[in-house]
């Protein structure tokens, strides 16, 4: 294994992993739809966890999804917890990945610029 691919960032992958398969198993939140875990940092005492995920609706399904994760962070912290072999499972905080969106929205910009973009009116 590279000396790059430090324990924390091992970790941070085993509980993307480990979170989704939760999410989409055990959780029966109804504020919880198809989300998407799009990344996890883990601080360097284990303590926190910042899960970063992403959804497919409005700004309004969008914050009961996150509160309805923020409520179920401890049955998920405790499923973990048995799940993982760790001494300390961290404390998970959910976040918003706007990446996506704000991706779409440069992708939109790129294709108006192109499009008003005329090749006739250039010089030769």
Request: without cysteine.
């Given at each position: 294994m590279p000396k790059d691919y430090s324990r924390a960032l091992r970790i941070a992958d085993q509980i993307q992993r480990d979170l989704a398969d939760l999410i989409r198993n055990e959780l029966k939140d109804k504020r919880v739809g198809m989300i998407t875990?799009?990344?996890?940092?883990?601080?360097?005492d284990?303590?926190?966890?910042?899960?970063y995920y992403t959804t497919l609706g409005s700004a309004e399904e969008n914050f009961l999804t996150?509160?309805?994760?923020?409520h179920a962070a401890v049955?998920?912290?405790s499923q973990l917890s048995q799940r993982l072999?760790?001494?300390v499972v961290p404390l998970l905080h959910f976040i918003y990945d706007r990446s996506i969106?704000?991706?779409v929205y440069l992708s939109q910009l790129i294709d108006k610029a192109v499009e008003q973009d005329d090749p006739k009116e250039k010089p030769a």
């Open positions: 875990l799009t990344g996890v940092e883990v601080s360097q284990y303590g926190h966890a910042k899960v996150e509160k309805g994760l923020q049955f998920l912290r072999r760790l001494r969106e704000h991706g």
